[in-house]
């Protein structure tokens, strides 16, 4: 990831608090954040248990997610990840592994931006 990507665009977040209010906005990143956490857990045990068919479900159900919240560099490896995992390849335990921190960073990073500006 190179220093001027954003794990997280703003404008996309700052768009929905426009078009479903700020408060409704707050609790979808919230609820987000939450998701986030329960996925990261599901992911590291899938790495755990070396399950290929784990790891395709958990980036599946995530990426559509980061998809529509504006965290596109994670969108972009949950796809990259589910396809190898499709493929069992075990490229796909390494990119797993970056996964999960992207993910984490990207969790911390929801919590940082500010939706009143």
Same mark, same amino acid.
């Given at each position: 990831?190179?220093?001027?990507?954003? %794990?997280?665009?703003?404008?996309?977040?700052?768009?929905?608090?426009? &078009?479903?209010?700020?408060?409704?906005? $707050?609790?979808?990143?919230?609820?987000?954040?939450?998701?986030?956490?329960?996925?990261?857990? /599901?992911? $590291?045990? =899938?790495?755990? &248990? /070396?399950?290929?068919?784990?790891?395709?479900?958990?980036?599946?159900? *995530? @990426?559509?997610?980061?998809?529509?919240?504006?965290?596109?560099?994670?969108?972009?490896?949950?796809?990259? *990840?589910?396809?190898? !995992? /499709?493929?069992? /390849? @075990?490229?796909?335990?390494? *990119?797993?592994? &970056?996964?999960?921190? *992207? =993910?984490? %960073?990207?969790?911390?990073?929801?919590? &940082?931006?500010?939706? !009143?500006?």
């Amino acid at each position: 990831m190179g220093s001027q990507e954003k %794990l997280v665009e703003e404008e996309v977040l700052k768009q929905m608090a426009q &078009d479903i209010g700020i408060d409704n906005a $707050r609790r979808f990143i919230e609820t987000l954040g939450n998701e986030f956490q329960k996925r990261i857990e /599901n992911i $590291r045990q =899938a790495i755990e &248990d /070396n399950s290929f068919d784990g790891l395709a479900i958990e980036a599946h159900a *995530l @990426k559509s997610k980061a998809q529509i919240s504006g965290a596109f560099i994670l969108a972009d490896a949950l796809i990259k *990840l589910e396809v190898e !995992s /499709n493929k069992k /390849n @075990k490229e796909a335990i390494k *990119l797993a592994q &970056d996964v999960l921190t *992207l =993910a984490d %960073l990207t969790r911390i990073t929801y919590l &940082d931006i500010s939706l !009143s500006d």
